[in-house]
């Protein structure tokens, strides 16, 4: 028996990290078979879903026909990376996912006869996006979930914690986690038979972004470390049309609005994206975040704008009133100004390697939603399929882990050494690196276009600050800054290997450089 302090501990049949759409998909589906223990860094708003305002794209009415429409636009909007089998199996598993929500209670909006409504986003060929409360889908979505599993006997919600390490069997079987309390009152170690990442992505890790700042990948980097395969860690979507003001948190103006006939516009009020796709504004997000990136390195000085003042405030308000009221609470009446704007990274399209089941890598460990690697988001994820995937994903990896029969045997303890309470980690002297500083190096050297040149620079930045790290004490701040730049080291890696499609875009090195002054600018 080791004499360090060892954690308090946990007996679970299944571990759940994350408490965003995926993971509580998963948690309500694996109820039946056991208890669940679902560890969150905080409340549901903490999470990506949450903000998640477009909504779920589903191939409405589910027939053959609008399948196959709906894989084909996928694989479209995916430029060439997507695995065609599993985006149909996704696709296929969609009317599952949206009945599965109606019973549970979700309010999708609808007409006066009860029909559902659907609108269009990017890169749709028609109307097949199902929202909730206007442009309240994720977190509409994300309580009702929450609320059919909370108070539930078999079910514990532990927060505010940080995963740390993942624990495995002496065979190598991952059996659970050990966490920080996020609050520095202690460890907290949680044993289970089978462990469900569902963290989200780490789009955070970019200074430019639509995600919340808890979105920084450090459970991806926890697993990789365990020995999970990451993959894909060059596709970072960047959505267009974040607005865009001095002193502002980015605010996402979802795609919607142009799906419903918004414009981009210069000062001069000009259209500019049918210079860039034959589909204008409805291109795909990885174009127009592109052909706003260009623009900008065109004309530094001046902005571009979102425009929908051909829709009236009451519909505004009525069909999207969070983004209407927010805009409102800055300054822009939507219905009569237009709204500066400039992308930021919004979703991975890579992340923990799994098949179709959710199984990564490691045996004991599965992955759901964005935090995995599917290869149904191809290099850019089409509009509104990330919901989707949350929640086909959510009910498919309960079906792989039943049929793995974790359950079978006793689980058999982690070593000691294992599930002693670490005494130090890999650190730099305090305020050498920050996480502002990793941030700033991702947006500007693995941003929307990339350069060769910078692309080595960021990379040898990262290696820099990684070779320097001694072992100090261990804080909420250390790990997380090891987390990042671990994880950072494997994007850019990444980077310099993965096909250059989609979002993964690169231009030739040329004396104008990457235009970060055009990438800087904000509107006065
Ligand atoms: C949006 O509403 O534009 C974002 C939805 C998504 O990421 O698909």
Redesign the pocket.
């Known amino acids: 028996m080791s004499d360090r302090p060892q954690a308090k501990r946990i007996t679970a049949d299944f571990l759940i990290v994350g408490g965003g759409i995926a993971g509580y998909q998963t948690a309500l589906d694996l109820l039946p078979l056991g208890s669940v223990a679902l560890v969150s860094r905080g409340s549901i708003a903490s999470g990506s879903s949450y903000y ?4 779920l794209a589903i191939p409405w009415k589910f027939d053959r026909e609008a399948v196959n429409a709906h894989v084909a636009d996928t694989i479209r909007a995916g430029a060439g990376l997507c695995d065609e089998e599993r985006v149909r199996l996704l696709i296929e598993g969609a009317e599952e996912a949206f009945v599965t929500l109606v019973s549970y209670g979700v309010p999708f909006d609808r007409d006066e006869k009860g029909e559902v409504l659907l609108t269009r ?1 990017a890169a749709h060929s028609r109307p097949r996006i199902v929202h909730a409360g206007g ?1 309240k889908t994720g977190s509409l979505i994300l309580r009702t979930l929450a609320q059919n599993v909370h108070g539930h006997e078999r079910f514990t919600f532990l927060t505010p914690y940080r995963l740390t390490r993942l624990l495995k069997e002496p065979d190598g079987r991952v059996a659970g986690g050990l966490f920080m309390d996020e609050t520095g009152d202690g460890w907290l170690e949680i044993l289970a038979r089978a462990t469900i990442m569902a963290t989200g992505g780490f789009s955070a890790l970019f200074a430019r972004t639509t995600n919340p700042p808890s979105q920084v990948g450090d459970a991806a980097a926890v697993c990789h470390r365990a020995g999970a395969e990451l993959e894909r860690l060059a596709f970072t ?1 960047f ?1 267009p ?1 974040v607005l865009d003001l001095p002193g502002e948190a980015p605010f ?5 609005l142009r799906g419903e006939g918004g414009h981009v516009v210069n000062e001069s009020g000009e259209r500019i994206l049918f210079r860039y796709h034959p589909d204008g504004e409805l291109a795909p997000r990885d174009v127009v975040s592109r052909a706003l990136w260009l623009e900008a390195r065109a004309h530094p000085e001046s902005s571009l704008y979102l425009s929908v003042n051909h829709l009236p405030a009451s519909y505004l308000k009525e069909r999207f009133p969070q983004v209407y009221t927010h805009c409102l609470s800055v300054g822009i009446d939507l219905s009569r100004d237009r709204a500066p704007i400039r992308p930021a990274a ?2 991975q399209m890579g992340g923990i390697r799994t098949d179709m089941d959710g199984r990564t890598s490691l045996p004991g460990l599965y992955a759901v939603g964005e935090v995995a690697s599917t290869r149904v988001h191809g290099a850019n ?7 989707l995937e949350a929640l086909v994903m959510g009910h498919r990896v309960v079906r792989g882990i039943a049929s793995d029969r974790p359950g079978r045997g006793e689980l058999a303890l982690p070593p000691e050494e294992e599930r002693d309470i670490p005494q130090s980690i890999p650190t730099l002297p305090s305020g050498e690196v920050t996480m502002k500083v990793i941030q700033n190096i991702l947006w500007e050297k693995a941003g929307i276009v990339r350069f060769i040149s910078q692309v080595r620079a960021g990379r040898e930045e990262i290696e820099g600050y990684l070779a320097r790290m001694r072992e100090g004490p261990v804080t909420t701040e250390g790990l997380l800054l090891w987390n990042a730049l671990e994880l950072s080291r494997e994007i850019f890696k990444d980077l310099l290997v993965a096909p250059r499609v989609g979002a993964n875009f690169f231009l030739e090195d040329s004396p104008a450089g990457n235009g970060q002054s055009a990438q800087k600018r904000g509107k006065g």
Not at 52 to 55: F, H, S, V
Not at 381 to 387: E, F, G, I, K, M
């Open positions: 998640a305002q477009g909504g986003e442009d979507q959505h049309t996402l103006l979802t795609e919607a919004h979703f994820r089409l509009a509104s399929n990330s919901l």
